[in-house]
């Protein structure tokens, strides 16, 4: 509760500074001093379970570790972030404030016992991400990214609504806790309940991106600012999942045999959809979008096989981790080339040593590739598939995570092994940027080393 | 304590690797030649260990990955030091062999070379699976940026193709791995132990064999799962190449005896047939087209893949005979054709072609180079006398026991194997200097020393062969009795 509480002071303080040209340097490190609290304040309450505002949230470590990561991959987005806010002309401020009021609404979505709180969160989230979506003003595909989200998002938002509105209509309460009972005094669950759940699986189907409800990622996520793209695809995506699964898993177990299939065909459609279609891309910045819908297929396995939420967190993290590395390199080249194709990554290894070394490694880990975390991500994800008879799933997985190493390493081919034809002029980033990048790339390592470090944790 | 032996050389070379990427130039290179040879001298003293001791106390494990039950378990065993002999005696060669080339980038490339080879041996030690295939991976990685950034023509396709293809049949093999896992009694593990000790139907344990076997035959490569690996040899870098058919093929080989036996043994001598019959055709058709070729590196890598499927074949016949050709031979493959890589960069880098038809008369003008040449391809044809006898004898004489017909055919491959290597040197050594081979020099001293190695090492095996019989024979009687118990597992 504390992190929310301060999150929102600090919102409404940089809203306000923007009245008294507050410089862009201070409104940044103010924004990380402040999210770098809440962080702290969170971490506070581990091994603290309590309920607060009226037992809508519930503190727990499941909460408290993914709101943990929500807020670590923000802070080191933050640090990787200069080249998005020092091009914004007017109202920084204004977007600060708004990225911070986005994690109030996802710090909602972690720990939310009452489906009105994941409703709100959901909504403090998105409207948010609505207006920094287009935060590019006068960018065509930027406007065009923020009205398809907003016109998807309000849409899928009303069928959300009507999930909740159903499931409170089958068993009369918000609360979690209330609906299991009221579905535990029934043998068999009601048609509304069951219509009600159906509503709420294709409403957070479409908030983390699953397929058949993808639709709108790729085209969002290319025409938002890099900056953007790269908080969607992380750490708006964690607490997606992180609400599914505390939904799914507290709620909705008993009628269980009605959604595991669903979720089955959703894992098998996202994974092959995004690692397929990421195939024929061109631009790096597509091709990340495309692979984050694979990723979320991942993830959902952990929704399909349940039992272990170490296992989302684990591959929440080297996903998140290996994003921040990866787009703090793209944004750089972004901004050094004016492209983000494939090409524009031609012969970075002359250009910058150590930006085309921090790809690789964020590349190696999205790919799987042992010493990564990105491999354990996926062996904890698979055994526990495998440990549940999903074997064809299995398969079938594997047979993407092939394809998925196949783009991945177009990219480092080109670095690598291609030469840029337009420029070779060296490429100088600030040292804080790279050191925030190494930090990255080092704790893919770590935890590729010894993931007992984080899978233990919870 | 005597488990660090084992440690320091699985560990050493990525010591050495961190000094060398810290270097640059020339230094990275005396660095690196340097720590080659202490890596020789700690295999030796390891070796020495492992007779004085035997393999119980040189082992070391400790808990790694707890909540997945993964240990770090490393351990030699008879097959395992042969190995790492070979991976080690062949690190200073190779590095010594490229001593007086200009390299771009050379710290990365020297590091790249002590890293795979630490990940090879530690192929050769893991007791765990998922260790085994941390490693099994880890070795990929900069063999792939070696042959990608210091090869030749089309290296970006070639090498690509190389690398989807393997890692294509490494994480069919990781489903199976983990499949293991989940099968494994009470707390599970990945633990060489404990897969000893699993009960699975037949129908898992046939799904189980080709799933490792396709990572494997991959590896080595077996037909029809080949078509990488002639484009890579060529495009590779010499070393590079060296490295893959010297070393890291036998990871394949080793993959077999250490895992595919325990993990498939109820169904294996059921399923071994067809991939017997894969083999055969490998060293057959290995042998056919090694004939047609006038590239020298293909060659080469054509004629690997003769001696390769013959190694599989002693594999897939397992019996104690084939068994212990099959170590033998892979010590001498390794050796040889890591010297006939090495020939063939001495040529390229002075002729600049691998043609054998526009080479000719180098006899005249390298001496020495003749004759080591001719000791390394006897030894290649298995010439007695020569280390590729002894290995060659024991996996044809073994797989007459298995099935006659099947023997003469790979027996075959023996005669083509004398007349495309004669061939080859006849052309490229023999006859009239001409335009291309006019100014060939004499070899370099650090040439030259890198070819004395290979042909002691040629000679010595051949008169002495006794000595990794005497290394390794328990483990293959090991081997074949875990094989041939043919327990009915209950389920």
Known sequence: MESIVILALLGVFLMMSGLYSISRKSAHWITIGGVFAAFLANAYNWEYKHAVFNNML???????????????????????????????????????????????????????????????????????????????????????????????????????LMGIALVYGATGSFYLSEILRSMAAHTEPSPLLLAGMLFLLVGMGFKVSAAPFHFWTPDVYQGSPSFVTAFMSTVVKIAGFA??????????????????????????????????????????????????????GYMLITVLTGAESADLLFYSVAYATASVVAFGVLMVVESETGSDEISAFAGLVKRNKSLAFLFTIAMASMAGLPLTAGFFAKVFVLKSALLEGYNYLVIIAIVNAIIGIYYYFKVIIAMYFKDNETNNAEITVSGLYTVSLFVGAALIIILGLYPDLLYQLV | MNNLFTLSVLFFPILAALFVFASSGNLSKKIALVAGLVQFLLSLVLLAKYQELGPLLLEFKMSWIGSLGVNFHVGIDGAGIIMVLLASFLLPIILLSTYQKEIKNANAFYGLILLMTSAMIGVFMAYDLILFYVFWEAALIPIYFIAGYWGGEDRAKVT???????????????????????QTAGNRSFDYTAIQHLHLTMQEQTWLFWAFFLAFAIKLPIFPFHTWQPTTYATAPSSGS?????VMLKMGVFGILRWLYPISKSVFSSNADIAVVLAAIGVVYGAVLALKQDDFKKLIAYSSISHVGLIAVGLFVANELTLQGVLLQSFA??????????????????TGTRKISELGGIASKSPRLAILFLIILLGS???????GFPGEFLLLSGTFGFN??????VGLSVILGAVYSLRAYQ???????????????????????????????????????????????EDVSGFVKLISSTSICVK
């Open chain 2, 427 to 473: 052309h490229v050594i023999l006859g009239e200097t001409n335009a291309i081979t006019e100014k060939f020099t004499e070899l370099k001293t650090s040439e030259f020393i890198s070819l004395v190695a290979i042909c002691i090492a040629v000679i010595a095996f051949g008169v002495y062969p006794q000595f990794l019989v005497d290394l390794s024979s």
């Open chain 2, 381 to 387: 044809v298995a010439l007695p006398l020569t280390n």
């Open chain 2, 160 to 182: 690509f193709k190389f690398f989807i293809y393997t890692i294509l049949g490494s994480l069919f093999m990781l489903v199976a791995i983990i499949y293991v896992y989940v």
């Open chain 2, 333 to 350: 493959h390794g050796i040889n054709v890591v010297g006939l890589f090495i020939i063939a960069e001495i040529i390229e880098s002075r």
């Open chain 2, 242 to 246: 060296a490295l893959l058919s010297g």
């Open chain 2, 404 to 409: 006659p017909i099947l023997a003469a055919t």
């Open chain 1, 243 to 296: 609400a599914f699964f505390r939904l799914f898993y507290i709620c909705f177990t008993p009628v269980e045999h009605y959604w595991l299939n669903i979720v089955w065909v959703m894992i098998v459609l996202t994974i092959s959809i995004g690692s397929i279609t990421a195939v024929r891309q061109t631009s790096v910045k597509r091709l990340l979008a495309f692979s984050s819908i694979a990723h979320a």
């Open chain 1, 58 to 160: 519930i503190i727990d470590n499941y909460g408290v570790a993914f709101g943990g990561t929500i807020l670590a991959t923000t802070l080191g987005l933050l640090l990787v972030s200069t080249y998005f806010f020092d091009k914004i002309e007017n109202y920084v401020t204004e977007h600060y404030a708004l990225l911070v009021f986005a994690i109030v609404g996802m710090l909602c979505m972690v720990t939310f016992d009452n489906l009105s709180m994941l409703f709100i969160g959901i909504e403090i989230m998105s409207v948010c991400l609505y207006i920094l979506a287009g935060s590019k003003k006068k960018d065509v595909s930027s406007n065009e990214a923020a009205l398809k989200y907003f016109l998807m998002g309000s849409f899928t938002t009303g069928i959300l």
